[in-house]
């Protein structure tokens, strides 16, 4: 077998198409500085975030991405809330409708 065509059979068959507003499943592990195995532990417990399944690869939407890591944001209880106490703080979040 000529040696072009033993390369072209080792190399992938399939390489992943770029969507628009979505990243592969590596590019998404490497922007939250996580392995992509992490990622699919995540997935399996529906902890992570988003995500579709086209032909057996996973694609995350880099908006949804963004926001799921804006959900996970917390404020330190000693920071306070704009410049309140936390007893002042408490007040304020207990008496607001």
Do not use: C
């Amino acid at each position: 077998m000529p040696a072009d065509r033993q390369h072209n059979q080792l190399a992938p068959r399939w390489k992943p198409q770029r969507i628009a507003g979505y990243s592969p499943e590596l590019e998404t592990a490497e922007a939250l500085n996580v392995s992509p195995r992490t990622l699919r532990k995540w997935r399996r417990q529906g902890v992570g975030p988003p995500y579709v399944a086209i032909a057996r690869r996973f694609y995350y939407s880099d908006e949804k991405r963004d926001a799921w890591v804006k959900s996970r944001e917390v404020i330190p209880v000693r920071s306070g809330i704009s410049g309140y106490s936390k007893r002042q703080a408490d007040n304020v979040i207990t008496t607001q409708p």
